[in-house]
């Protein structure tokens, strides 16, 4: 891959003496972007920036785009997330990774693939507690742990303790009781999250996912349920794991900063 132009003006500044190191540390951390081909632009420095992994997006994209851009990701960054990919596109990325010598883990049950020069991810300290209300809502809480995990945050997991047996929810919260934030994915009318929020004095993220059928249903209703709660909650949009396990490690990360 070429070499950043913008950087190497940073550099030659740097080199000039007309910007001081810190100068040029910033502009390289809120730089970073790399394109590949005439298709995609990586935002690289992402994780540099704001905490938060890259991720490629696979659906929508052939499998040669998406391998290229994924391949390119890990090749400059070291490791590269791809989220929402299918069986055909994962068997040509994992072809492509071999042969370039990287290690493609696959995360089935997320829908995710992780990509990497084979090197660990260095634990932060952060802890998240994800729970789910139904075996259903697995999908889009494993997306949550994945990413969580890939910021280098500890995961706790307890599926299938949904308010229909609330009795279920009690083991569940003391299995994750060292969470510094809760991420909880609820379908159906989305009663959950609300509940556990009303239990733990730790943030907690709801994820409405789209279970359920009939009026409202596909996520709607869990929607609409959680937004006006009662109890102090966040929430994100239908199915978006990514999105809730980005923001519970940033949380959980920042909880464990000295």
Not at 199 to 224: C, E, F, K
């Amino acid at each position: 891959m070429p070499a950043n132009k913008r950087l190497q003006v940073i550099l030659e500044q740097l080199r000039k003496g007309t910007i001081t190191v810190e100068d040029a540390k910033r502009e390289i951390d809120f730089l970073r972007i790399e394109a590949v081909g005439e298709i995609a632009n990586l935002d690289v420095g992402r994780f540099l920036r704001c905490g938060v992994p890259e991720v490629v997006f696979a659906e929508g994209k052939e499998a040669g785009q998406l391998a290229d851009i994924a391949l390119a990701l890990a090749g400059t960054s070291g490791r590269c997330l791809v989220s929402r990919i299918s069986r055909a596109q994962y068997t040509f990325l994992a072809d492509r990774a071999t042969a370039a010598g990287l290690e493609i883990i696959c995360h089935e049950p997320a829908r995710m693939a992780v990509l990497s020069r084979g090197v660990p991810v260095e634990p932060s300290g952060g802890v998240v507690g994800i729970i789910t209300a139904g075996t259903s809502d697995i999908r889009v809480a494993e997306e949550a742990r994945v990413v969580a995990c890939e910021m280098g945050c500890r995961v706790c997991t307890a599926y299938d303790v949904g308010a229909a047996g609330i009795h279920r929810l009690f083991p569940a919260i003391r299995k994750c009781f060292d969470a510094h934030v809760f991420v909880v994915a609820a379908g159906r009318e989305g009663t959950l999250p609300a509940v556990v929020a009303g239990l733990v004095d730790r943030p907690v993220i709801g994820v409405p996912v789209s279970t359920g059928y009939g009026y409202m249903g596909q996520g709607q209703a869990a929607l609409a349920s959680m937004l006006p709660s009662c109890s102090v909650l966040a929430v994100v949009n239908i199915d978006a794991g990514f999105t809730a396990g980005a923001f519970a490690a940033q949380i959980a990360n920042m909880a464990v900063v000295q």
